[in-house]
């Protein structure tokens, strides 16, 4: 592997370069400050509803003993929203799970970073690590309660959200099938051309995020293909084209012909962003570009939308069991990929842990050896852009490879609807420009970028 970027990161690290502070609810009127004081205790409300709304659930499954469960989440959860608005410190995990002594070892890092020995607490601590403590708390109350520890509490939102999304899912599926039905004719610049509107839809899918809405509807309605050519001015970075050269480039022959390019798909959002995610590596294992995909997702219910192994495998089903030719079909050939390995689906708990990617080589080594292998990783969404970057208060104009801190298993791509705010790679003056006329251009959801880093570009 091409080593420019450690070089690059090494010569800031010995010039003295330092990452910029961490966005954090201790500024306020910042959009973490406004996240952490209205958002998440809406969020936690709608979770304590659910619960609610679903004793009569657990009764019948479980019986007292479900009640009983119900009931103390709910007063572990109230407590924690309790804890959340009065900015109390930061409590260690207790419930003996997989990931709970790296949370733990994460708070104590975080206290040694703290000024005059302040205790790690909701509004002085990192705003990304804060926003992730509270989701792994709310899988604490599930886990400390059994026999509720399985209960998903974001499932309605997601399910919901994949319903009301039904006719842009047909559009799209249907566009699908018609691509791969004249694939054989098309040229390769029509293949391209395909190529980047299934990249650029995939994009724009990252618009339903149900944490950011609170939980609110957000799926898709408008026809995803049409909506395309009005969309392109909100891309502020596009690095498209390097993706498809990259893709071309692993198509290189090896030792024994056409290299088996790979491509991996760190997933985002549940319903239809997720389909958008599923249409386009449909197409690039159609079209030969790549001859296995891989899709990571949350081992536990996260960011109230994201993608469980559960939630994936559900996604395919009902697409599968769709009244609709081409959604059907669709779903019959992802089955296919599935069953036969050309797909996978993958979990690792360091996708769930606050860290900002660039500890992962350190703190989750064979999860980083595992991306090494891939030729194109796709990462999707703000929160995966966020960990990208650290979620720092990075100068808009900073380059994306300095922003990554080291990161760099393999060329890589964030595609993402901006909905925090933080934002590199951009020109001089542009940043300027936008906040002149759309003040909240990073957190409105308005603007994307498509964002390239390869560890052998030219620096």
């Avoid at 990617?357 to 969404?381: E, H, P």
Wanted: one cysteine or more; a negative charge.
């Amino acid at each position: 592997m091409c080593v420019i970027s450690f070089f690059l990161f090494a010569k800031m690290e010995a010039e003295g370069i330092s990452a910029p502070l961490s966005l954090s609810a201790e500024f306020e009127g910042s959009f973490a400050y406004l996240t952490v004081r209205d958002r998440l205790p809406t969020i936690l409300t709608k979770v304590i509803d659910t619960l609610h709304r679903n004793k009569d659930n657990f009764f019948k499954e479980y019986g007292k003993e479900g009640v009983q469960a119900e009931k103390t989440a709910i007063s572990f959860l109230s407590r924690l929203r309790n804890e959340l608005q009065t900015d109390k410190p930061v409590l260690s995990l207790t419930d003996n799970a997989e990931d709970s002594e790296a949370w733990n070892e994460y708070m104590r890092r975080q206290q040694d970073l703290m000024e005059d020995g302040r205790p790690v607490s909701w509004f002085k601590s990192p705003w990304l690590y804060m926003e992730c403590y509270m989701y792994r708390r709310i899988q604490e109350a599930l886990y400390m309660n059994p026999p509720m520890d399985k209960f998903d509490v974001f499932k309605e939102g997601k399910t919901q959200s994949y319903f009301e999304s039904q006719q842009a899912i047909k559009t799209l599926c249907t566009y699908l099938q018609e691509l791969i039905t004249n694939m054989e004719n098309m040229t390769e610049i029509q293949l391209r051309d395909s190529f980047l509107k299934l990249l650029q839809i995939s994009l724009w899918g990252n618009k339903c995020d149900l944490s950011i809405s609170a939980g609110q509807d957000n799926s898709q309605k408008s026809s995803p293909i049409d909506s395309l050519p009005d969309l392109q001015r909100f891309i502020l970075v596009d690095d498209s084209s390097m993706v498809w050269s990259t893709l071309v480039a692993a198509q290189g022959a090896g030792s024994s012909g056409k290299k088996h390019a790979r491509v991996d798909i760190i997933l985002d959002n549940a319903g239809f962003e997720l389909i958008t995610d599923l249409v386009l590596a449909d197409f690039l294992v159609s079209a030969g570009l790549a001859k296995q995909i891989r899709f990571h997702g949350k081992s536990i219910p996260w960011f109230v939308s994201d993608v469980t192994k559960q939630d994936f495998e559900w996604t395919i089903m009902q697409t599968m069991a769709a009244n609709h030719k081409w959604m059907s079909a669709s779903g019959v050939q992802w089955k296919h990929f599935m069953k036969e390995g050309t797909w996978s689906y993958h979990d690792h708990i360091f996708w769930t842990l606050p860290h900002e990617f660039c500890d992962m080589a350190v703190d989750a080594a064979d999860l980083y050896s595992t991306l090494q292998g891939s030729d194109l990783i796709l990462f999707k969404g703000d929160l995966n852009y966020r960990k990208l970057t650290g979620d720092r208060k990075w100068e808009h104009t900073v380059p994306f490879d300095q922003a990554l801190r080291g990161f760099q298993p393999a060329p890589l791509c964030s595609l993402r609807t901006l909905k925090a705010d933080v934002q590199v790679g951009l020109q001089p003056g542009q940043a300027e420009k936008l906040s002149s006329q759309e003040p909240d251009w990073m957190t409105n959801g308005r603007y994307a970028v498509v964002q390239f880093s390869s560890p052998c570009r030219e620096q």
